[in-house]
Nanobody, 121 residues
Framework: QVQLVESGGGLVQAGGSLRLSCVAS????????MGWYRQAPGKQREAVAA???????NYADSVKGRFTISRDNAKSTVYLQMNSLKPEDTAVYYC???????????????WGQGTQVTVSS
């Protein structure tokens, strides 16, 4: 129904920047929010940033002031600009798309395949 493809991960030194992209396709008309999650080895997946259909954004405290989520509706793409990267930002980053229950049967969350971000000290 909804397919998400992430790109933009890589290896960067501490203090550097990366921009992640997530292209959505399929039945995207029902999506009301998209976001980025990350998961480091041995740790739970955590929410990093989210943006709603109305443009409201939300960030984890650990990335506020450093990361910015944005969107390009014409390209069905969500971005995560990551600046001042730290080694603790190292993780696999996943794109997420959510739709409300009123849009029909599930699933209600869709995930991309993930892109690796590695920050060296």
């Amino acid at each position: 129904q909804v397919q998400l493809v992430e790109s933009g991960g890589g290896l960067v030194q501490a203090g550097g920047s990366l921009r992640l992209s997530c292209v959505a396709s399929g039945s995207i008309f029902s999506i009301n929010a998209m976001g980025w999650y990350r998961q480091a080895p041995g740790k739970q997946r955590e929410a990093v940033a989210a943006i709603t259909r109305g443009g409201s954004t939300n960030y984890a405290d650990s990335v506020k002031g450093r990361f910015t989520i944005s969107r390009d509706n014409a390209k069905s793409t969500v971005y995560l600009q990551m600046n001042s990267l730290k080694p603790e930002d190292t993780a696999v980053y996943y794109c997420n798309a959510h739709r409300p229950l009123v849009t029909g049967p599930g699933p209600y969350d869709y995930w991309g395949q993930g892109t690796q971000v590695t920050v060296s000290s």
